[in-house]
Every structure is written in structure tokens, then in C-alpha cells.
């Protein structure tokens, strides 16, 4: 079996790279997160009590 060249493999490994990539990008945008993004929310003015140590706060 005659080895390949050089100019082949590269561009073998550029292609398989490429789709590599395409898959990827065209899975992520078939089924896009369902999540919502996290947003804050404003508290009242009981959830922000002044001199409070910020462990307070902790879970």
C-alpha cells in the first residue's frame, strides 16, 4: 500500500475537523437550552438589612 502524501492528510484532518465543528454548532442550534437565563430579582427592603454580615445571607 502506497503511504499518503502529506497535502492529503492535512487536508483530511482539516475536513474531519470541520465537521467536527458543523456537528457540534448545528446540534446546539436544533435544541437550544430550555433553560431561561438567571436574572436577579429585586428584594424588598427586609432582604437587604444594613449592617447585616453578608453570612446572614448564605444558605
Same mark, same amino acid.
Request: some cysteine; hydrophobic content about 55%; charged content about 10%.
Given at each position: 500500500?502506497?503511504?499518503?502524501?502529506? !497535502?492529503?492528510?492535512? *487536508?483530511?484532518?482539516?475536513?474531519? *475537523?470541520?465537521?467536527?465543528?458543523?456537528?457540534?454548532?448545528?446540534? *446546539? !442550534?436544533?435544541?437550544?437550552?430550555?433553560? /431561561?437565563?438567571? $436574572?436577579? !430579582? $429585586?428584594?424588598? /427592603?427586609?432582604?437587604?438589612?444594613?449592617?447585616?454580615?453578608?453570612?446572614?445571607?448564605?444558605?
Amino acid at each position: 500500500m502506497k503511504p499518503l502524501s502529506d !497535502r492529503v492528510v492535512i *487536508v483530511a484532518l482539516i475536513a474531519a *475537523v470541520g465537521i467536527c465543528f458543523a456537528l457540534a454548532f448545528w446540534t *446546539v !442550534r436544533l435544541n437550544p437550552s430550555g433553560e /431561561p437565563p438567571l $436574572q436577579w !430579582r $429585586q428584594g424588598g /427592603p427586609s432582604a437587604l438589612l444594613p449592617g447585616a454580615p453578608a453570612a446572614a445571607f448564605l444558605p
